[in-house]
């Protein structure tokens, strides 16, 4: 009989990037099983890319009054009759999902939720890296190593963006809603100067909402290029492993971009703390208590431009 496992992730982006290592892992560990992907909207296709799951179905996340949300969100856990769910969000909102199998059979669950299976108890969790955490969970439930995955499904043409063939990615954005994980853009627009004296092109990319941070460094750097709002996950990505660096702020776009394998210089603020959220890979990482005092010389050193 074939077993049939829930695997939970909800968002941020750069949350569910981290925890595609663990993803992977848990598909290799059980090459036969059908395994449903809970995620959010926005995540969905990454999900469907990857090729690990059967299915990937979308969490409306019902507020918590909404009682008939709550009661479809139920029908809909105890429809998939699921033998094992990894709940790598492990948040109070997916412990409580747990619960939702009862009255009945519950599988058997990887998690934080009390009663859970296979329980992850460490009492340093909230100070570890996610990686760590992913690690140290799926320890508990059997599956031992997490290597990087084969990452290649994170592919999408990029000729007609018609860019040169040195270029360096600057990511000036953030959550908006937290402005102090932001590197000054006028230190971004003299980043990009010192790129285009070293001969590399660099290329700004965001969201579309994050268009007037590009619109601040092409006005002091007239020859870096905009493509915020104009690329893909899936092109970043691909712009990632052509890229001789990438520079940015504690955004999602940063565990994309060097999960691929880009070289990356992060800036990190003390509105968040590296030790939990930095990327991993060829990452150096550049802290300030308030990231207006990192002087351009310092990232353009880290990079080894010349002044």
């Known amino acids: 009989m074939t077993q049939r496992i829930l695997v939970i992730r909800l968002s941020a982006l750069g949350d569910f990037i981290m925890a595609l290592p663990a993803m992977a892992a848990i598909r290799r560990h059980h090459p036969t099983a059908d395994i449903t992907l809970l995620t959010t909207k926005p995540l969905a296709e990454l999900g469907n890319r990857s090729g690990w799951f059967n299915h990937v179905e979308i969490d409306s996340k019902p507020g918590w009054r909404n009682l008939s949300g709550w009661l479809r969100l139920r029908r809909r856990l105890r429809r998939g009759r699921f033998d094992r769910v990894y709940d790598l969000q492990s948040q109070d909102r997916t412990a409580i999902y747990f619960r939702l199998f009862w009255p009945g059979r519950r599988p058997e669950w990887s998690g934080i939720a009390k009663g859970a299976s296979h329980p ?7 100070h570890m890296h996610a990686y760590d955490i992913h690690a140290a969970q799926l320890a508990v439930a059997g599956i031992a190593d997490i290597p990087l995955p084969d990452l290649g499904w994170l592919e999408e043409k990029t000729s007609k963006l018609g860019l040169p063939s040195r270029i360096a990615l600057l990511v000036p954005g953030s959550a908006p809603h937290r402005p102090a994980k932001r590197w000054p853009t006028e230190h971004y627009a003299a980043l990009a100067q010192r790129l285009v ?8 990319i965001g969201t579309a909402e994050e268009k007037p ?7 002091l750097c007239p020859k870096a290029r905009d493509l915020t709002g104009q690329t893909t ?3 970043i990505a691909t712009l990632a492993r052509k890229a001789q660096f990438a520079v940015g702020n504690d955004t999602g776009p940063m565990h994309l971009i060097a999960l691929v394998g880009c070289r990356v210089v992060s800036l990190f603020s003390d509105e968040s703390k590296p030790a939990r959220s930095a990327p991993r890979g060829d990452v150096a990482v550049l802290h300030r208590p308030d990231l207006a005092d990192l002087p351009v010389d310092e990232v353009a050193n880290a990079l080894g431009l010349s002044a």
């Open 120 to 126: 992850h108890t460490d009492p340093n969790r909230r």
């Open 197 to 204: 004296d070293a001969k590399i092109t660099p290329v700004i």
């Open 213 to 219: 941070l590009a619109d601040v460094i092409r006005t």
């Open 233 to 235: 996950l899936f092109q």
